[in-house]
């Protein structure tokens, strides 16, 4: 495949005058070196001065050495816990389920308290994958924004209170109309013991109901599944089964039911190798440019209001439909499509993530027709991810006044399209219930504040699918005086002194038979006693699951994380067509008078529905796709910007359903012409200090926390708005913190020329440099054939031309590190940026910084467009320092702070650097990250800290990684290929008196991963995954033209491409 | 003018540097809450020197000087655990006790001292009185043995400080003081200083009689010039003020370098532990308490409930006093009448947990305790116990126990020094990067012992080729950055 022209903005593709003027600098900005000079002239520089300077120098000098060396305590514990041994990590399973998304995790732990999240590996369904969310909700557990205590609420003041008292008024409360009307609004449990639990609730108060409320719903797949199946249920996608995939608006490695796992899936489906050169192929049929549309092999782009009418055509072309279907753009894509899908029946699956029922329906059909049904789809395994019914909600709202109300980690009163509504309901409600961990919009509209516990100081189980469980254990004390939820409604129904719960039966037989066919008696339970009178919910959860799980007893699932049901799944449920025309004529409709603008409100993968506003990890990472962070924007296609004179940053005017908001415009190229669209979870009332602007927020209550990043978009009352949409310029302009060009690698156009100067001399075009390398699946053997050529050709031209000849050698014996990235599998979610982030005490510098190209990250995902602007192709790739060995950071440093190691590290010596940034400024990879401000606070003078973010507090750097040191200001950084847990894997090994394996040592990029993309490992192990890496066709070294060796090894990315779709 | 003008400058200079270097670097480590101990390593060169004596005193008998082995033998056998040679502990020091006593007394005394005490033996009454304890009788010593612990009585410890010189008058309490006790390096100073007065004066001398003889024979004398002068002449200057400033930036440098290293930084601690007691007399293997040193990161200060294995029956120290193992059970909430833990002691009222453990104290039949060390024990009640850190790295570098313990083989005592000495724990080493890399130098590596060094191929070759004796720790990149710093 010739080597498409890569770019990564528009900026870059229309080479704006800014952009070129950047991109030839390391450094975005000069330092103010004339003035300094011109300062200097203005001064009379004498002897005398120089004595002044040097007195003062000296003395002060002398005065801060001179301070006595502070006494430093070394306190043990007085009785120490076994399992503990400081300075020794210990690992806990357990569960992160937000609400939204699942994952099953391994909680890392320092010396008591939790450090990092890693994926559990012995959970198959996410398969050690994580999130960016995943990842950083572990400093959720050190907000500060957190509520400390229970509080009682009466409009403005807010006071706070012992639960010893809460709990006494709201029992008087209850006690005293026990048939009372009350309701519990929560995001989706999939907590099995908590819905028996509420089930207990309901024997002791008739009334009681509880209403799901997922802010990200998937209401209309629900419903469109209980007429096709006679069950309101969504089944269980198997992406990895199927050879054709089709996303009808899902953006299912995104935000989509449960896209940790669908990645793992759709990464398997894809994996290519010269020996199996077969992977699936991937159709997107989307509006708005998602991460699933990135990483589509076609990506037909559709307006929203055409979604149903392209469903429908695809059902059409499949034969399961006769109805009449209007014209649209993009219709010509979909008879191809069809095509496909019938040619791979059984092993084709449709997935749609639209909330319409009608189209659904039409979805379901489809695969119905391409048999999808028990081959991809497996109807019989039920997914409880999503269970929120917008009826159900709807008909709370609208139902009037409630006796009682309880809100479970949920937040409707921001994130609802009627959250004004329920704001209503709630102050007419005698009683109502907060449990959310802050203060936010919704817990201030009730009556008490109830905190519960972060996730990892709380006992918990869950089934994401039925009979899989996964469960969570505490791995801190409560931080904070919160309670969980569970344990608060046990204490105020009374169910903590004296509760007669009916325990399913336990399975009969607990026993299973092994793969040899022997029977295997479960372990006794160690030690857990069946509790009938449990006190609180830790031990009502054990006894729930006495005798439950299948062939795991307690300790152990507990130790693992993960378990199945003892009983058996139930049957696969049977698809029954449904007449379906009427309804989609219907909608259709609809979409053929919406000509004008069409807008769309989604939730991002980073900050969801505004839960994670207040983590810093998240607003700093950069959305995988507009590559921006802290704030929102709208999304707005490149044509359509090109046509009204708009570019990045111009503030536009956004106007429907009679609400308006200025909102910056961020040109998406492969957005539909004449769509747009906005994250939501921004502009949040009542966020921390985090999700603010810190421009204008300095202080710490709540008057001077300044406005909140970005706008809240709620008010639209929709999530779709298909007619009725205007858009405005306002002449302003407001800077995105958008990281898409920074830190580029010029790979486009010639550099040092005037503006429109070309140039014909080939040695100035670098389009040519190795960076990104694509394959066709089609043209597989002529794409490998080709990069070996180029390859050799490299080679050739580094042995005649080197100065580093036989350097080679050194690293001939003991270990060589390299890493191993192959594209094909990265779906560029980002999950290892954060986890990189978390690992290495990497600072958060905040959105003024992040503008000024100050971002820390060590491991940044370039993410490269090419071919046409509005339906472009994209790839991504992970970058970070490639620990060349013939380094050329290494010869600049005039202090060697930077050097390599024998194993073929690059290293950096923090304290011996003094900040001269030569490095940065030679490194071809531009991977190098300079500290410009104390971020952590390291320093020892306060006032030299920076401010801008709310990680550095006390609490804050709680969850530091102690083996990393927290750089200061003013030296250079950058990775470290995580040399903590090299140097910890080889001293196991060398304890142990083993030869170190491969995967003894996993870096926490490679941890974090859903897609196994990563890997690391010993080059000099010839069997080890990264030289399989490096003896696979399809690898290549960024850059090898200039023979720096690098030790990063990339895999060519591979398009399931037939020859005439080559752009 | 100008050399002058430049002379006065580097004098200024220099002046700036040397004050700087010895007032500022002086760094001194909060004196309120630790002392600083040098003693330790003098003390115990002192005391080695010494067994010369011995043999200018054993006047040559072969049998003495057996028994005198064979009483060294008995003495840490049965005595040790009360007794020290020249100080009070549970007993009185024995040196010197042996003029109080004849022969038979003595041995029936060893053999039952309470006895003799319960008869009414004026010496043994007065000794009870003053002990508060009697002495543990030892029926089963034989003559022979008591015999040797005499002779070992008079002669002293082997090793230990020279014995008593014989005394006719009972009571000689005075110690003889030691004839000198000042250094070598000050004597070579006084002697220095002396010799520069006499040949000053001697040059004075012969001048002054050069003068006379030259006035006497009418030469003419050449004036010289005045001393003065000279003293002012730039050259002199600049050469004065060269030497300061050399002598100034080499101390400075020096003395930074020297910035936060505590060597010899010996704190008080929280309780007075003492690792002679624990690691040298009992025996008490480094890793029992230290635990964490295999494993990983930290070697760990135990925590309480690991002093409890012993202390559970251990309740007195070797003077006899419980203070400091009272300590260990306000934190833990150890009963040591009941023997047995308080029930829900962390719930116990603070007031009530202190007058408890005070009250056994007061009740101590052996020992009294003073107010401020009744407090100490109260100020421990309920809290663990916070010991001070001797070995303090700085923040950037990255030491692991269980690399040099269980992977190196590395023993404790070659960067702590010889705890098992050590009464007050201090910090052996500088611990400075320099003293680490040049460990990593000199250190050789287990290769052959440890499967994983196998990767090392070319070093294994070069092994057996007989090309290569060792391979050191700097060999597989011991020295490289980031070994330490990450």
Partial sequence: ?1063 | MRANKFSLFTVLLAILFLSISNLSFAQPIDSTETTTTEAPADASSSTEEVPATEEASGEGNADEAALHVLGQEYYETYCQSCHEWDKKVTGPPLKGAIVHWEQEELYSWIRNAPKMIKEGHPRGVALFNEYKTYMTAFPQLTDDQLKALEVWLVKGPIGGPPPPPPCDDPPCTEDPVPASNIPVKTILWILLITLGIIALMLGRVSKVLRKTVAAKTGEEVEESTPWLSRLKSPAFLIAIAMLALIFGAYKTVDLATNLGRQKNYAPAQAIAFSHKLHAGQNQVPCQYCHSGAAKGKSAVIPSSNVCMNCHLQVNKGPTGNSDEIAKIYAAVGWDPIEKKYIENYEEMPAEEAKAFFTTWLKNDSIATYSDEQLRAVENQVQKPVEWTRVHNLPDHVYFNHAQHVTAGGVECQTCHGSVEEMDVLYQYSNLSMGWCINCHRNTEVDFAGNEYYSIYEKYHKEMKEGKRTGVTVEDIGGTECQKCHY
């Avoid at chain 1, 870059?12 to 103010?32: G, H, I, M, W």
């Avoid at chain 1, 559990?120 to 050690?128: F, H, Q, V």
């Avoid at chain 1, 791979?344 to 119905?368: E, F, H, P």
């Avoid at chain 1, 394996?997 to 870096?1003: A, L, M, N, P, V």
């Fill in chain 1, 1 to 1063: 495949m010739s080597q498409n022209k890569y770019w990564r903005g528009i900026e870059e593709k229309q080479q704006t005058e800014q952009f070129v003027k950047q991109s030839a600098k390391e450094f975005a900005e000069d330092l103010p070196m004339l003035d300094a000079i011109a300062a200097e002239k203005a001064l009379p520089s004498n002897r005398r001065n120089f004595l002044k300077m040097l007195g003062f120098g000296i003395t002060s000098a002398t005065l801060a050495a001179s301070c006595t060396q502070p006494v430093r305590k070394a306190i043990p514990y007085t009785i120490k816990p076994e399992e503990i041994t400081p300075g020794v990590a210990s690992y806990y399973a357990s569960t992160f389920w937000d609400g939204l998304e699942y994952a099953s995790i391994l909680v890392k732990t320092r010396d008591g308290r939790p450090i990092k999240l890693e994926g559990n590996k012995s959970a198959e369904l996410t398969n050690g994958g994580t999130s960016i969310k995943a990842q950083a909700s572990i400093l959720s557990l050190y907000d500060t924004n957190r509520l400390d205590a229970p509080r009682k609420i009466n409009g403005d003041s807010i006071n706070k209170e012992t639960w010893a008292n809460i709990d006494e008024e709201i029992t008087a409360k209850l006690k005293a109309n026990p048939s009372g009307n009350y309701v519990l609004v929560s995001s989706t449990i999939i907590s099995p013991s908590t819905k028996a639990l509420i089930k207990s609730m309901q024997a002791k108060f008739p009334n009681f109901k509880h209403v799901t409320y997922d802010s990200n719903s998937a209401s209309g797949m629900l419903e469109a599944n209980k007429e096709s199946f006679g069950k309101a249920m969504i089944p269980k996608y198997h992406f990895d089964k199927a050879e054709v995939i089709v996303g009808l608006d899902a953006d299912f490695l995104g935000t989509w039911i449960s896209p940790v796992e669908f990645i793992a899936q759709y990464a398997k489906g894809r994996r290519v190798s010269e020996k199996k050169p077969k992977m699936s192929r991937h159709f997107q049929i989307e509006a708005r440019m998602s991460l699933t549309g990135c990483n589509a092999d076609v990506r037909v782009p559709v307006k929203y209001s055409e979604i149903g009418a392209a469903a429908l055509a695809l059902l059409k072309k499949l034969g399961g439909s006769d109805a009449n279907v209007p014209p649209f753009d993009g219709s010509e894509q979909i008879t191809k499509i069809a095509k496909e899908l019938k040619a791979a029946k059984g092993k084709a699956l449709v997935v749609c993530g639209s909330n319409d029922k009608n189209i659904q329906l039409v979805v379901n059909a489809i695969n119905n027709e391409i048999g999808a049904y028990g081959t991809t789809i497996d109807t019989g395994t039920a997914c409880n991810l999503r269970q929120g019914l917008d009826s159900d909600f709807t008909s709370l709202v609208n139902g009037g006044k409630t006796d009682a109300i309880f809100v479970h980690n949920c937040n409707p009163v921001y994130d609802s399209i009627m959250g004004d509504k329920f704001a209503k309901l709630l102050a007419q409600s005698d009683l109502a219930v907060s449990f959310n961990q802050t203060l936010d919009a919704t817990a201030r509209a009730c009556n008490y504040a109830c905190p519960t516990s972060h996730f990892l100081e709380s006992w918990g189980d869950a089934e994401p699918y039925t009979g899989m469980i996964s469960l969570q254990q505490p791995s801190i004390t409560t931080i904070f005086d919160t309670r969980q939820f569970q344990d608060s409604l046990m204490v105020w129904s009374g169910m903590n002194k004296g509760m007669s719960i009916s325990y399913p039966k336990p399975a009969e037989v607990d026993s299973t038979t092994n793969a040899n066919g022997e029977l295997e008696i479960a372990v006794n339970d160690g030690g857990v006693e069946l509790n009938s009178n449990p006190k609180d919910y830790q031990s009502y959860l054990t006894a729930f699951y006495k005798g439950k799980l299948s062939g795991k007893s307690w300790t152990k699932a507990l130790h693992d994380g993960v378990a199945t049901m003892a009983s058996a799944p139930s049957a696969a449920a049977t698809f029954t067509a449904s007449n379906i025309n009427q309804g989609v004529v219907a909608m259709l409709n609809v979409g053929q008078r919406a000509n004008g603008p069409e807008l769309e409100l989604f939730e991002d993968t980073k900050i969801g529905n505004g839960m994670y506003a207040d983590n810093p990890w998240c607003q700093e990472t950069p959305d995988p796709v507009t590559k921006t962070t802290y704030g929102n924007y709208v999304m707005v296609s490149p044509r359509w910007a090109m046509d009204n004179g708009v570019k990045d940053g111009d503030v536009l005017k956004v106007s429907a359903n009679g609400y308006s908001v200025d909102v910056p415009a961020c040109v998406q190229p492969g957005q539909k012409m004449n769509t747009f669209a906005i994250p939501l979870g921004y502009g949040r009332k009542f966020g921390g200090r985090a999700s603010r602007d810190i421009r204008t927020s300095w202080g710490t209550t709540a008057k001077d926390m300044g406005r909140a990043l970005g706008v809240d978009v709620n008010p639209f009352k929709s999530r779709l708005i298909l007619s009725g949409v205007s858009i405005e310029k306002t002449g302003l302009n407001e800077n995105l913190a958008q990281t898409q060009t920074h830190h580029s690698i010029n790979i486009t156009q010639p550099v040092n020329l005037k503006p429109g100067e070309e140039s014909h001399d080939e040695k100035y075009r670098l389009k040519d440099r190795t960076v990104i390398r694509e394959m066709v699946l089609d043209n597989l053997k002529d794409d490998i054939h080709d990069l070996h050529e180029e390859r050799h050709f490299y080679q050739h031209m580094i042995e005649d031309y080197s100065i580093y000849k036989g350097h080679e050698q050194e690293y001939s014996q003991g270990h060589h590190w390299g890493l191993g990235i192959d594209l094909n599998s990265c779906v560029g979610c980002g999950a290892c940026v954060t986890s990189c982030h978390i690992e290495n005490n990497v600072p958060v510098v905040g959105k003024v910084e992040v503008e000024r190209v100050h971002e820390m990250h060590w491991l940044r995902i370039d993410r490269y467009y090419s071919g046409n602007e509005e339906n472009p192709q994209v790839v991504f790739q992970p970058v970070m320092c490639q620990h060349c060995d013939n380094a050329p950071c290494e010869n600049v440093c005039p202090v060697s702070a930077t050097n390599h190691s024998s194993e073929g590290l690059n290293q950096m010596a923090y304290n011996r650097c003094i900040g001269t940034r030569y490095c940065a400024n030679n490194c071809p990879f531009k991977v190098r990250r300079f500290n410009w401000y104390d971020y952590w606070g390291a320093d020892s003078f306060p006032w030299n800290e920076h401010k801008g973010n709310s990680v550095n507090t006390e609490l804050g750097r709680l969850v530091l990684n102690p083996d990393v040191t927290v750089r200061s200001r003013g030296v250079m950084e950058k990775c470290s290929m995580c040399v903590q847990r090299v140097q910890l894997g080889k001293l196991e090994a060398k304890k142990r008196g083993e030869k170190l394996k491969d995967g003894d040592i996993k870096t926490a990029c490679q941890t974090a991963c859903p897609s196994d993309a990563i890997v690391f490992g010993d080059m000099n192990d010839k069997k080890s995954e990264v030289s399989k890496y490096k003896k696979s066709g399809r690898n290549y070294v960024m850059l090898e033209e200039i023979n720096v060796a690098s030790s990063v090894n990339y895999l060519a990315k591979v398009r399931n491409l037939k020859k005439d779709e080559i752009v």
